[in-house]
C-alpha cells in the first residue's frame, strides 16, 4: 500500500467507529482546568499528546461513554 491509501484506510477505519479528527486550540486556562479536575497531570501541561488526552477524559466523563462501554 502506499502511504496515500494507508491515510485513507485509517480515516474510513476512524470514521466506521463514529470518529472524526479536528484541531483546536486551547486555552492555557483550559489546560489548567484539565489538570485541577484531575482528567491530566500537571507535568503534561505542554505536551500535545497529553492535553489530548485530557480532553478526551474530559468528553468521556461529561458528554459520553466511551464506544463500546456499558
Do not use: N, Q
Amino acid at each position: 500500500m502506499t502511504r496515500t491509501s494507508d491515510r485513507m484506510a485509517l480515516l474510513r477505519a476512524r470514521r466506521k467507529c463514529g470518529l472524526r479528527c479536528v484541531s483546536i486550540e486551547v486555552r492555557d486556562a483550559e489546560v489548567l482546568e484539565l489538570v485541577r479536575r484531575g482528567l491530566m497531570a500537571e507535568a503534561g501541561s505542554k505536551d500535545s499528546l497529553t492535553i489530548r488526552d485530557g480532553i478526551h477524559r474530559f468528553l468521556d466523563t461529561y458528554l459520553v461513554k466511551p464506544h463500546g462501554a456499558s
